[in-house]
DNA sequence: TTGTACGCGTTATCAA
DNA sequence: TTGATAACGCGTACAA
């Protein structure tokens, strides 16, 4: 392998030259330049970049957990990551940590290491002690409400979203209202079910445990959350369903078990992906290619300064409320 | 940052010492061992793995490249690679593409910088004579057939499994075949075109172009098929669809639009997905986690030999044929 | 505008 | 069993 001092010596210049020429600094006579290009392309010179990355203490490289990439919630999210990365010349260390915290503290000793410049984390397992231990050594950037903390995000107030969602269906003259959600922890189902019990208190509704479904992430467990509807004496009449997948696939089973959407069963989703246009299904958009991009942008901002990015969700109504 | 050099002073050594403990080498004596990790955990010292990779000329970084991410056949094979790296303790660096070429190059170019000790192609679009320029600086491994060429690979014989699906409905009675495909070009796709076009001949079979559906991925894509399937005079009896969300979107927009599966329409998906068990869909199996393991074990491999892995496929009979 | 010399943090070699 | 020192390849003060 060619290094840049058999460039310089081929080119009968010093290792300063050719790394300006390399940098595009200025101060490099046009001569010199060329004979250094010529000396580059002559000898299929390449940079060893780890030692560029050694000597910069720098490597352009950013970290992404996710628990897994096989749903919708997450590709998308990474999806928008990688698109703003590609603008930004940065490239992704990707890290699934199937939600085990092992897994998610080997991406924050890599922080710590310095073999990535910051860490974006769209869904975690650790706990606060564990991210502040780590933070001092670079931009940890979380998708989840971190107002009050030390620590940046992009996020989706997911307790004023569920409060709007309940309040649609109040008005709507639901009383039995229930709602699916992914994981039992975490922030973001944290807030629902505040919001949830909040809501039941304002109107005096009583509160079905059953009417809370925890597991259920993808279109094909649709069908359990109908089967387990069906078995009840008291099923609820509207459901908020946090994921389009898991909407369409309750849409679907509903459909083959003789339950009428909206008539028997009122179903908002959340994301708005296209599955939900197609099925008609009413949803709250979060704009989750977007986020991706904030996060990242977030992760490379210059500057100390913890930054809270709100965004905003939109009801869109179809045929299922 | 407190660096190997701190630490030797500290603990009254030689950094060389420090880095036989650092990397768990013999021939160093008990006490000096832990002196040396005393030393460690007072002054909370790290590695800098840049200087590590300089120093070995390796990353453990693996690069995988994939055109989106948010479809189930690549967060699958995704997954997969994420598993086995982990297991390796290698980390994964993500390359979203979107079948541009220049994107392609990117990851070409950080194997030839040896940030990456090897490089994955889930699908490209870049042609055979890049990869070969970029071959000798690493493992390029590669998930289509790649039989006689010079470069290793884990696929399914997309020839003989379309061929397989195709005997399979003709022995059902079917004539009138067409199928869906997600992309207009690739190794994948043109083997099962060509495997689609024997199988006419060989049955003196009408070529009918109308029943190639081309740019079909997701679940939502099965709304148009339908559409397209209701206009046509004589539309095809069966159809081989690739990718069981399609399928699962077929099926239920023919459920909407009066179609009746599988006696108006039988359909074979492929993947086996969750999707298409919760669906009944009848579909060909595709183990992409384990792809992806595979991929990424051939990736790591020792040696420069090539290899070629055939992954089995197997039919899966459902209530759609 | 150019070049010398040093620092980045580690591993590997070889002599002791 | 230990340590001094030479790589590894590059960026950049600083001097010229």
Same mark, same amino acid.
């Given at each position: 392998m060619t290094n840049i001092r058999d460039v310089a010596k081929m080119a009968g210049v010093s290792v300063t030259t050719v790394s300006r020429v390399l940098n595009k600094h200025p101060y490099v006579s046009k001569e010199k330049k060329a004979v250094v290009l010529e000396a580059i392309k002559q000898s299929n010179y390449q940079?060893?970049?780890?030692?560029?990355?050694?000597?910069?203490?720098?490597?352009?490289?950013?970290?992404?957990?996710?628990?897994?990439?096989?749903?919708?919630?997450?590709?998308?999210?990474?999806?928008?990551?990688?698109?703003? &990365? !590609? *603008?930004?010349? %940065?490239?992704?260390?990707?890290?699934?940590?199937? =939600?085990?915290?092992? @897994?998610?503290?080997?991406?924050?000793?890599?922080?710590?290491q310095k073999q990535i410049d910051a860490l974006i984390i769209c869904s975690r397992i650790s706990c606060w002690p564990t991210i502040e231990e780590y933070k001092p050594y670079g931009p940890i950037i979380l998708c989840e409400d971190t107002?009050?903390?030390?620590?940046?995000?992009?996020?989706?107030?997911?307790?004023?979203?569920?409060?709007? &969602? !309940? *309040?649609?269906? %109040?008005?709507?003259?639901?009383?039995?209202?229930? =709602?699916?959600?992914? @994981?039992?922890?975490?922030?973001?189902?944290?807030?629902?079910?505040?919001?949830?019990?909040?809501?039941?208190?304002?109107?005096?509704?009583?509160?079905?445990?059953?009417?809370?479904?925890?597991?259920?992430?993808?279109?094909?467990?649709?069908?359990?959350?109908?089967?387990?509807?069906?078995?009840?004496?008291?099923?609820?009449?509207?459901?908020?369903v946090t994921g389009d997948e898991v909407a369409a696939g309750i849409v679907t089973s509903a459909h083959y078990r003789n339950i009428s959407i909206p008539d028997d069963l009122a179903?908002?989703?959340?994301?708005?992906?296209?599955?939900?246009?197609?099925?008609n299904i009413t949803t709250i958009e979060i704009p989750l290619v977007e986020i991706g991009r904030q996060l990242f942008l977030q992760a490379i901002q210059e500057g100390k300064d913890v930054t809270y990015q709100e965004i905003p969700i939109k009801l869109i109504e179809r045929k299922t409320v």
């Open positions: 940079q060893n970049i780890n030692a560029v990355h050694l000597s910069m203490g720098k490597t352009f490289l950013v970290g992404v957990v996710v628990p897994f990439i096989d749903h919708p919630y997450f590709a998308l999210l990474m999806k928008g990551i990688a698109n703003e &990365a !590609l *603008e930004n010349n %940065y490239k992704l260390v990707f890290f699934q940590t199937n =939600y085990e915290e092992a @897994r998610e503290v080997e991406a924050f000793q890599m922080l710590k107002r009050g903390r030390n620590m940046s995000s992009t996020f989706v107030d997911h307790y004023k979203s569920f409060i709007f &969602a !309940l *309040e649609y269906l %109040y008005h709507k003259g639901h009383r039995k209202i229930g =709602y699916t959600i992914g @994981r039992k922890t975490g922030t973001n189902t944290r807030f629902r079910e505040m919001a949830y019990k909040d809501f039941l208190n304002n109107h005096n509704l009583p509160y079905e445990s059953d009417y809370i479904f925890e597991h259920y992430l993808h279109f094909e467990d649709g069908e359990q959350v109908i089967e387990r509807i069906k078995q009840m004496a008291n099923p609820p009449s509207a459901l908020l179903i908002i989703g959340f994301n708005n992906q296209p599955i939900a246009k197609m099925m």
